[in-house]
């Protein structure tokens, strides 16, 4: 069975960065795509980036830019390395192995002004 971790929310400033972790286990991870989503308070959740197993890359347009995705098959992980953040960054951030649409418990990510 598949199982998401993700770690590596938290409270930044405007315009700091953060990195955020989605380690997977219980299945082969490399042959997987896997993406980014997030949910702020009374939205829907959206897509954020996502990454193909053959590693090509796709970004909402309010991230483009500023916001990378990438993977580590040795380590079974999906990052998403974001800079420049924005207030409107203001989330809860979903891993999800895309096959079999599995999500992760979410990383609380709070951009202060």
């Known amino acids: 069975q598949v199982q998401l971790v993700e770690s590596g929310g938290g409270l930044v400033q405007a315009g700091g960065s953060l990195r955020l972790s989605c380690v997977v286990s219980?299945?082969?991870?490399?042959?997987?795509?896997m993406g980014w989503y997030r949910q702020a308070p009374g939205m829907q959740r959206e897509l954020v980036a996502s990454?193909?197993?053959?590693?090509?890359?796709n970004y909402a347009d309010s991230v483009k830019g500023r916001f990378t995705i990438s993977r580590d098959s040795a380590k079974n992980t999906v990052y998403l390395q974001m800079n420049s953040l924005k207030p409107e960054d203001t989330a809860v951030y979903y891993c999800r192995y895309i096959n079999l649409n599995i999500w992760g418990q979410g990383t609380q990510v709070t951009v202060s002004s």
């Open positions: 990454i193909t197993s053959g590693g090509l890359t």
């Open positions: 219980g299945r082969l991870f490399s042959i997987n795509g």
